[in-house]
């Protein structure tokens, strides 16, 4: 049984390309959470999705990132018009309920020159 | 808003000790309280589970006690093992209509041959 996939595990980007992380949940997981790890910084909430819906961005910056889980395929988090502060792993867990323990993926690692 | 304190950041013992790592948090209003392992470059392992209404929970050498109503919770390693060395993070479960984990800065445990 598989557990969490995000890929890729590393990616690099310049100011101002866009990002898009990956993350496909564990078999029969339909909740999917996002989180970031700033350099010397704990894991920080950012968004919790349920199969074509957004359940709670409260940690989602305003502007240039959104985040999607389609009925087919895997979640999807987009950063736009990328910054040297958006540098950091970005973490992906899923769960087979709102409440069930959080399986985590091993993470992308974004670098922006 | 929930904030979660590790201390101390980082711990160095010789194999064989056993070991409390304590973890607090400021609101008591959570459904349950995970404790994970990251090693280095990784994803995070889920280690124990503790809903709520129950006080301990125990796998293998670990034990992890919740006490809700003073907002702590501990995982205490019996007779370490250079395999134990990772960041350990705990992590309560709101209560509520979301799922959002909150975690501490964690403690790098270091056990020494």
């Known amino acids: 049984n598989a557990g969490v996939m995000q890929n890729p595990r590393h990616l690099v980007r310049r100011r101002g390309q866009e990002a898009r992380l990956r993350c496909s949940p564990m078999k029969g997981h339909s909740h999917v959470y996002w989180y970031r790890q700033l350099p010397e910084e704990g894991l920080k909430f950012m968004v919790y999705?349920?199969?074509?819906?957004?359940?709670?961005e409260s940690g989602m910056p305003k502007e240039r990132f959104s985040a999607e889980f389609p009925k087919e395929g895997p979640s999807i988090l987009r950063i736009q018009q990328v910054v040297r502060g958006d540098s950091a792993a970005y973490f992906c867990?899923?769960?087979?309920?709102?409440?069930?323990?959080?399986?985590f993926g091993d993470g992308t690692r974004l670098s922006i020159l | 808003k929930q904030e979660v304190t590790q201390i101390p950041a980082a711990l160095s013992v010789p194999e064989g000790e056993n070991l409390v790592l304590n973890c607090s948090f400021t609101?008591?209003?959570?459904?349950?309280l995970q404790w994970f392992r990251q090693d280095p470059g990784k994803g995070l392992t889920s280690l124990l589970l503790?809903?709520?209404?129950?006080r301990e929970q125990t796998s293998g050498r670990l034990n992890a006690s919740l006490d809700k109503s003073s907002g702590r919770s501990t995982l205490y390693i019996a007779a370490s093992q250079p395999g134990d060395s990772a960041t350990y993070l705990c992590a309560p479960l709101e209560d509520g209509a979301n799922s959002k984990l909150t975690f501490g800065k964690g403690i790098t445990l270091s056990v020494r041959p």
């Open positions: 999705l349920q199969k074509e819906n957004i359940i709670d």
């Open positions: 867990a899923s769960s087979p309920g709102r409440e069930q323990p959080q399986h």
């Open positions: 609101d008591s209003a959570i459904y349950n």
């Open positions: 503790i809903q709520s209404s129950q």
